[in-house]
């Protein structure tokens, strides 16, 4: 955290409201986010409980399992599940522009350009917080390797048709999540955390509630208080006014609501069960039916606070302008979408379990170099995440007062004016320390020549992107008076050294990953169900 | 027993009369004391934890209620989970030590199992430690103690804690088992449970490391404890249990010297007011100014590991403490510790500009308010 931001948390406590951290949106927000608030069952892996998922603030759709336990329960929820997240998938596989790659012809081994098909908009799927997004992947996990009664007929308890689609595509999503500045799948906290700077510690501002209520507090209400409150208040049943975002619930919840509800549910099917004629196993049913009713009601009661929680943040931030180049960074993710869609198309099998070391190699150079292009397009994009980077002597803004025409020595002598630039920041520059500025969206390169008066005037070589002919072409040089902003990182990132393809791992990593065999599925025993 | 010391008796006395008159101690678990050594400045809770003090009725009685409990759900899981681990003599769990950390052992057959049954704490403690001796005494055989009961001294005043299982092998070496039941999915778990399993299991090796150094004789040197512990948790989406070794030498040497830089409880216990007590029968008042003669160390980390941490933080709060908002805001912000004194000097009403510390804050707090203006324009 910069002294900017520990300044701006300060100003919040003092103030009672959250303040900016950002003066524009640093994140694609879609026109029609699938909104994902999921609660699982507690001491369980990848149990889920209920879900509210929708792309309709007013009608969202409600799933619930009134017996976690139960395979077959579980399966109908994911199944119902793949029945609105496949269909909101493929809405967006459909539409596609034509686009250029550059790939390696495998014949002659030369960069050529191709043309690809590249979908027009993507998916995108919102959940509250940070631990959503780790059930999204855990989900992805449980749900991929399942085979259905079609793939193979003679497997236990063959999962429903559409499930393990559903595991691969949540699987790309939790994946893609990890890749710094993407936004196929965000967290609403991390969302609003980037945005605004609380007067609580980050590790307060995961719970959504409190969050929310510092950046939006009711009327007449400070935001300590509003979030004192969203932590804190409970109705007369101890429960909590503003539940947990999830998926966790409240122990308080489980113990004195839901354990009750769900014993009711499993006497209800017993009884049915033992039924003896039609008349007494329609009672029953009714019976079962209530109880059933009971428990979507309250997992009802506990994700819609979280869901309307959401959707105000949603508002919230498409109040901000979106930054310049978060356009550019969605593209991005429009590649990964339809690569993906690509690979489901031509019928590859499941993410394996652990990636081989190259592709992990390469997923981790990945992220290395879009956290550097985020870092630069975040200050380049926003003054205030470029003031923190001033600060810290990465970057120095001032007025030019000078200018003075020079020439390279050679056979032909290009423009390497000299600009003097007076500035109160205190960037950290050496002997011919590269700089950049943005000039028309692209970086010009300078380097430092010379400080003067200790330091508040930097002389600078201006060294690219001033055209071809002996004198500049016409905005290419700064002018006497002009203000700029040059920092000391680059603006563009540059691909890494190629890694060897997979089939010439060395052995140092394992060697080449050999036939991909098709993983084998969660093996099934009868302890899955305790 | 070298437990109840002389002089322990007078402090036992001291500390019985801080908890109040016919409240029973309450026994400090291995999670409170890792919680504990990761807040070693804390005076408030090590005499709080020290003198048995019932922390959740605690933070009731002061109406800052703590946020803790368990799902039922998650213990219904959680004790099927270890039932099932250690079913049929603990077959399973002794074939997984075996496996993971012993395999050039003869395998485990005919383990023995002792009952360790006992009343009290202490018994169960000297039972446990009589069982340490005879299987020290029975080479080429293991042993599983289930549930076994050790005692720590901790800042001067002994803490019971309970393993899930120790495990003595044919070499006479000792391993702790931690039964857990998050899940080891592709054969990685959740670093953060892994690590509060890793700080627990040190706590009990420093405990059993203390019984060992009891034992030793003349004729036998001291039982070796492996700082490799087993940490037993649900394979993927099943209930098979999944095992693995895990080496705690590094939490057991941080464990082991902050425990030894907790202030002694004596010291602190001789430093408070005369009468003080921390009994929920008193009122409010009463009980407020009692645990504000302690000075407390609130950091938001608190709010995960400690009953009280609301009623800190909200004093914290109204102090304008800058330490509420985190440790490292602290860190940042040199001599300055509270919000009026940082916003003051970044206004330029207060502070030495020759402090760095001042200096920082009042660039930052003018390139902020550029920042802003550019973007209002």
């Given at each position: 955290?910069?002294?900017?931001?520990?300044?701006?948390?300060?100003?919040?406590?003092?103030?009672?409201?959250?303040?900016?951290?950002?003066?524009?949106?640093?994140?694609?927000?879609?026109?029609?986010?699938?909104?994902?608030?999921?609660?699982?069952?507690?001491?369980?892996?990848?149990?889920?409980?209920?879900?509210?998922?929708?792309?309709?603030?007013?009608?969202?759709r409600l799933l619930a399992v009134p017996q976690p336990r139960d395979r077959d329960l579980r399966f109908a929820f994911l199944a119902e599940l793949a029945g609105v997240v496949l269909p909101y998938v493929d809405s967006y596989a459909e539409s596609v522009e034509a686009a250029e790659r550059t790939e390696t012809d495998p014949e002659t081994g030369k960069r050529v350009k191709v043309e690809v098909d590249l979908c027009a908009d993507a998916p995108q799927l919102i959940v509250p917080?940070?631990?959503?997004?780790?059930?999204?992947?855990?989900?992805?996990?449980?749900?991929?390797?399942?085979?259905?009664?079609?793939?193979?007929?003679?497997?236990?308890?063959?999962?429903?048709?559409?499930?393990?689609?559903?595991?691969?595509?949540?699987?790309?999503?939790?994946?893609?999540?990890?890749?710094?500045?993407?936004?196929?799948?965000?967290?609403?906290?991390?969302?609003?955390?980037?945005?605004?700077?609380?007067?609580?510690?980050?590790?307060?501002?995961?719970?959504?509630?409190?969050?929310?209520?510092?950046?939006?507090?009711?009327?007449?209400?400070?935001?300590?208080?509003?979030?004192?409150?969203?932590?804190?208040?409970?109705?007369?049943?101890?429960q909590l006014l503003c539940p947990p975002a999830g998926p966790a619930t409240d122990p308080a919840f489980d113990n004195k609501l839901l354990a009750p509800a769900i014993e009711r549910y499993d006497r209800a099917r017993t009884a049915l069960a033992a039924a003896e004629d039609g008349l007494e196993a329609d009672d029953r049913l009714g019976a079962l039916t209530a109880a059933e009713r009971e428990i979507r009601d309250l997992v009802l009661s506990r994700t819609r606070p979280t869901w309307d929680a959401v959707w105000r943040g949603l508002d919230l931030l498409r109040e901000l302008p979106e930054g310049a180049r978060v356009e550019e960074r969605w593209t991005r993710d429009r590649w990964s979408f339809t690569g993906h869609r690509d690979r489901l198309l031509a019928g590859e099998p499941p993410q394996p379990r652990r990636d081989d070391a190259v592709t992990a190699?390469?997923?981790?150079?990945?992220?290395?170099?879009?956290?550097?292009?985020?870092?630069?397009?975040?200050?380049?994009?926003?003054?205030?995440?470029?003031?923190?980077?001033?600060?810290?002597?990465?970057?120095?803004?001032?007025?030019?007062?000078?200018?003075?025409?020079?020439?390279?020595?050679?056979?032909?002598?290009?423009?390497?004016?000299?600009?003097?630039?007076?500035?109160?920041d205190r960037p950290q520059l050496g002997e011919r320390t590269k700089v950049y500025r943005s000039l028309g969206g692209k970086p010009q390169a300078a380097e430092f020549v010379a400080d003067e008066e200790d330091g508040a005037y930097v002389v600078l070589r201006v060294l690219d992107k001033m055209g071809r002919g002996k004198e500049p072409e016409p905005g290419s040089v700064p002018e006497k008076g002009d203000r700029v902003c040059f920092t000391?990182?680059?603006?563009?990132?540059?691909?890494?050294?190629?890694?060897?393809?997979?089939?010439?791992?060395?052995?140092?990593?394992?060697?080449?990953?050999g036939e991909a065999a098709l993983e084998p599925a969660d093996p099934v025993t009868e302890e899955d169900v305790l | 027993m070298p437990l109840p010391r002389t002089r322990g008796t007078a402090l036992r006395q001291q500390l019985a009369e801080l908890r109040g008159p016919d409240v029973p101690a309450k026994a400090l678990d291995a999670?409170?004391?890792?919680?504990?050594?990761?807040?070693?400045?804390?005076?408030?809770?090590?005499?709080l934890d020290g003198a048995g003090v019932n922390k959740t009725a605690l933070a009731s009685a002061l109406g800052s209620p703590s946020a803790f409990g368990q799902s039922q759900f998650a213990l219904t899981r959680g004790n099927a989970f270890e039932a099932k681990v250690k079913a049929d003599g603990g077959a399973e769990?002794?074939?997984?030590?075996?496996?993971?950390?012993?395999?050039?052992?003869?395998?485990?057959?005919?383990?023995?199992?002792?009952?360790?049954?006992?009343?009290?704490?202490?018994?169960?403690?000297?039972?446990?430690?009589?069982?340490?001796?005879?299987?020290?005494?029975?080479?080429?055989?293991?042993?599983?103690?289930?549930?076994?009961?050790?005692?720590?001294?901790?800042?001067?005043?002994?803490?019971?804690?309970?393993?899930?299982?120790?495990?003595?092998?044919?070499?006479?070496?000792?391993?702790?088992?931690?039964?857990?039941?998050?899940?080891?999915?592709?054969?990685?778990?959740?670093?953060?449970k892994v690590g509060a399993a890793a700080r627990q299991a040190a706590v009990y090796v420093l405990a059993l490391e203390e019984v060992a150094a009891r034992l030793a004789s003349e004729e036998s040197p001291a039982p070796r404890v492996r700082h490799r512990v087993l940490l037993v948790c649900p394979r993927d989406f099943s209930n098979l249990p999944a095992a693995s070794a895990v080496d705690i030498r590094k939490q057991r040497a941080v464990t082991a010297r902050q425990l030894a830089r907790l202030t002694r409880i004596e010291d602190i216990a001789d430093a408070l007011p005369e009468g003080t007590c921390f009994s929920p029968e008193l009122p409010v008042e009463e009980l407020t100014a009692a645990v504000e003669s302690v000075p407390a160390t609130?950091?938001?980390?608190?709010?995960?590991?400690?009953?009280?941490?609301?009623?800190?933080?909200?004093?914290?709060?109204?102090?304008?403490?800058?330490?509420?908002?985190?440790?490292?805001?602290?860190?940042?912000?040199?001599?300055?510790?509270?919000?009026?004194?940082?916003?003051?000097?970044?206004?330029?009403?207060?502070?030495?500009p020759g402090d760095p510390a001042v200096a920082a804050l009042r660039r930052a707090a003018a390139l902020r308010a550029e920042a802003l203006e550019a973007a209002c324009r």
């Open positions: 955290m910069s002294l900017i931001s520990t300044l701006a948390r300060l100003e919040a406590v003092s103030t009672g409201r959250a303040q900016p951290a950002a003066t524009v949106r640093h994140r694609h927000l879609g026109d029609r986010p699938l909104v994902l608030v999921p609660l699982i069952t507690a001491g369980e892996a990848g149990a889920p409980l209920g879900a509210l998922v929708g792309t309709d603030r007013d009608a969202p917080s940070r631990a959503g997004i780790d059930l999204v992947r855990l989900l992805g996990r449980s749900m991929r390797f399942r085979r259905t009664a079609e793939q193979d007929p003679e497997a236990p308890y063959p999962a429903p048709p559409r499930v393990p689609l559903l595991g691969r595509w949540l699987t790309h999503f939790g994946e893609r999540a990890r890749v710094p500045g993407s936004s196929l799948l965000l967290a609403m906290t991390d969302l609003l955390g980037r945005h605004w700077v609380t007067g609580q510690s980050t590790l307060e501002d995961q719970h959504l509630g409190a969050l929310l209520a510092w950046i939006d507090p009711p009327e007449g209400v400070t935001g300590a208080e509003a979030a004192l409150r969203a932590e804190l208040e409970r109705d007369e049943q101890g190699a390469n997923k981790l150079a990945t992220r290395e170099r879009e956290q550097a292009r985020l870092e630069a397009q975040e200050a380049l994009d926003d003054p205030l995440v470029m003031a923190g980077r001033r600060l810290s002597g990465e970057a120095f803004a001032g007025e030019v007062t000078d200018v003075v025409m020079a020439y390279s020595d050679g056979k032909r002598p290009s423009p390497r004016p000299l600009v003097t630039v007076r500035t109160d000391l990182f680059e603006h563009e990132q540059r691909g890494g050294a190629k890694l060897p393809d997979p089939e010439e791992t060395p052995w140092t990593h394992g060697g080449p990953p | 999670r409170a004391l890792a919680a504990l050594a990761a807040n070693p400045g804390c005076a408030r809770r090590a005499i769990l002794l074939r997984l030590v075996h496996e993971k950390l012993d395999r050039s052992a003869e395998p485990p057959a005919d383990a023995r199992v002792p009952d360790l049954t006992a009343s009290g704490p202490q018994g169960r403690t000297a039972r446990t430690e009589l069982e340490l001796r005879e299987a020290a005494t029975r080479p080429g055989v293991w042993t599983l103690l289930d549930h076994p009961m050790l005692a720590l001294d901790v800042a001067g005043s002994p803490a019971f804690l309970e393993p899930d299982a120790v495990v003595v092998h044919p070499d006479g070496t000792w391993t702790v088992v931690e039964i857990k039941s998050f899940p080891l999915l592709d054969g990685s778990a959740d670093p953060a609130y950091a938001p980390e608190c709010l995960s590991a400690c009953e009280l941490a609301f009623h800190c933080r909200a004093r914290s709060r109204e102090e304008g403490a800058v330490t509420t908002l985190g440790r490292p805001v602290r860190a940042e912000l040199g001599g300055l510790t509270t919000v009026e004194e940082v916003l003051a000097a970044a206004r330029g009403e207060a502070g030495d």
